[in-house]
Each structure stands twice: as C-alpha cells, then as structure tokens.
C-alpha cells in the first residue's frame, strides 16, 4: 500500500484503492462467503419449492386419464408457464428485499466504537473506504442475487421444463411488459431501496434495516393521511384521470426522473454522513 499521510485524507488514490479491496477481502473473505451462499441459496430454495409444487400439478394432469392427449399437453404447458411465472414473481420481490438487506449492512464497520475506529485507522482516504463498500455489496451483492436467480431458473427449467420463454432478465420479470420504461423504472426504483437503506446505514448502522424500515413506513402512513385528506376536498378527480391518461408518457417520465433525484439524494447524504463520522457519535456510545 502506497505511504500515507493525514493530507492525503481528502485524495482518491486507485493504487491504495486496489490494495484496500484486496486486503478486505482477505480479512472479510469467510463473511463474503456465506453472504454468496445465502444469496443464491435463497433462490435454489424458493425453485425447488416451485419445481416440486409444479411437479404434483404436472402429474397429476397426467394421471388424469379422461383427458385427450391435446388437453394433457395445453394443461401442462400452462401449469409450466404458470409456476415459472410464480418463480420470476417471488424472485423480483426477494431481488428488491435483498438489495435493501445490503443497503443496511453497507456502513456495517461503523456499528460500534470499535470498527470505528478500526476503519478509521485504516491508511486511506474517506472516499476510497466509502467506494469499497458500495462496490463490494451493491456491485458484489447484485451480482450474487442475479446469479441466484438465474441459477434458479435453471433448476425450475431443469426439473419441471418452466415455461420462461424468455431471452432477458426483464423479460423473465415482466414478460411482453418488459418495456423500456418499464425496465428503467425498475432499476432506479431497485437502487432507491438499496440508496435509501445505504443511508439509513450511515445514519444507524446497529439494526439498521428496522430502523430505515420503521422510518419509512411513518412516511408511508404521513403520505397515505395526506392522500386522505387531498381526497375529501373538493377535487373534480375524474379530470384528473383524464389528465393521466392523456399525459402518461410524461408522468412516467417525471416518475423516472424524481426516482433518479431521490437516489442521488440519498447518495450524497450519505457520503456527507460518511465523510463526516468520528469515533464517538452522539448517537452511538457503545
């Protein structure tokens, strides 16, 4: 590692940066290890529960012996298409979960005293440390949820033949839906879970996915009384109707844009919070 000095504290050096990553990973390897065995195991699970679950409807179409031999292949070509579309369905929402399970444990070396200070003491600037994690568990971690799921689909097409006829990711996800927009959204909207966890990291690393999780739904229920009360005022809602639908490329549009603001938002606090840490916080005394 290059030699170090308080003033290079604010400098971004790739050399120091390369030789950070390789001695995190030989310090964190066996916990990097079951992270990829948990993340891809969670998907082999959920498919052979949904390969065994397709298997008994499967068969039991076939022992089914008043049907027609072209009845029997329609009934199990749409039992195929139904439960890979039943896998692709609970493997987006564990993909979105998973991404908000890394978020929280992004600034997991700032849960106590002591990681504090031993990743502070670490001879490298804020932003090399601060880009470390983002690359091991938002890059690292989607890579591991992504294999899984393929690996995933690879067991549902291994042992009940599902019907994905798919050739993406989206198209696996969303199927003819998978358009541009569609796609787009469902990237941003993915990082604004993982940027919006990040910074709750950042802000509480000690059981931060329930505390982000718990600040969130009071801004959930805020919005949803605010809607409430929008609601019983006087407001002609069937223009406002209309106005979507005449105006629905542009409010999606605006959606994907406002997805896009929030997460940089949440990444520019966060490294702000990040930038700013000391051994002793005010909100951490252990």
């Known amino acids: 590692m290059e030699t170090y000095a308080i003033k290079d504290n604010k400098s971004f050096s790739s050399n120091r940066f ?34 065994i679950l397709a298997l008994i409807a499967i068969n039991g179409v076939k022992n089914n ?26 493997a987006a929402w564990i993909l979105s979960i998973g991404l908000t399970v890394l978020g929280s444990i992004t600034f997991s070396n700032l849960s106590s005293k002591r990681k504090r200070i031993s990743t502070l003491m670490i001879p490298a600037s804020k932003a090399e440390k601060f880009f470390l994690n983002i690359i091991i568990y938002l890059v690292g971690g989607t890579l ?28 696996y996800l969303f199927g003819t839906s998978a358009t541009g927009t569609v796609c787009t959204f469902f990237i941003l909207w993915s990082l604004f879970g993982y940027s919006l ?27 949803t009384i605010a809607l409430i009360i929008i609601s019983t005022a006087d407001i002609t809602w069937s223009a406002f109707f209309m106005y979507w639908e005449d105006h629905l490329t542009l409010l999606k549009g605006t959606g994907i844009t ?29």
């Open 18 to 51: 390369s030789a950070l990553m390789k001695a995190d990973i030989a310090v964190n390897k066996s916990n990097y290890i079951k992270l990829i065995i948990g993340g891809t195991g969670v998907f082999i699970a959920i498919a052979l529960l949904i390969s």
């Open 65 to 90: 012996t008043a049907l027609t031999p072209e009845i029997m292949e329609g009934a199990i070509k749409a039992h195929q298409q139904t439960y890979a579309f039943s896998y692709s369905a609970i």
């Open 144 to 171: 591991t949820l992504l294999i899984g799921f393929y690996i995933g689909v690879g067991v549902c097409k291994l042992i009940f033949n599902g019907g994905f006829g798919a050739e993406n990711f989206f198209q």
């Open 197 to 223: 966890f990040a910074l709750g990291s950042s802000l509480w690393p000690k059981l931060s996915w329930i505390k982000t999780w718990v600040v969130t739904m009071i801004i959930q229920w805020i919005g």
């Open 258 to 286: 406002v997805l896009a603001i929030l997460n940089i938002v949440c990444w520019v606090l966060a490294w702000w919070r990040y930038r700013n840490v000391q051994i002793i916080q005010r909100f951490m005394t252990k």
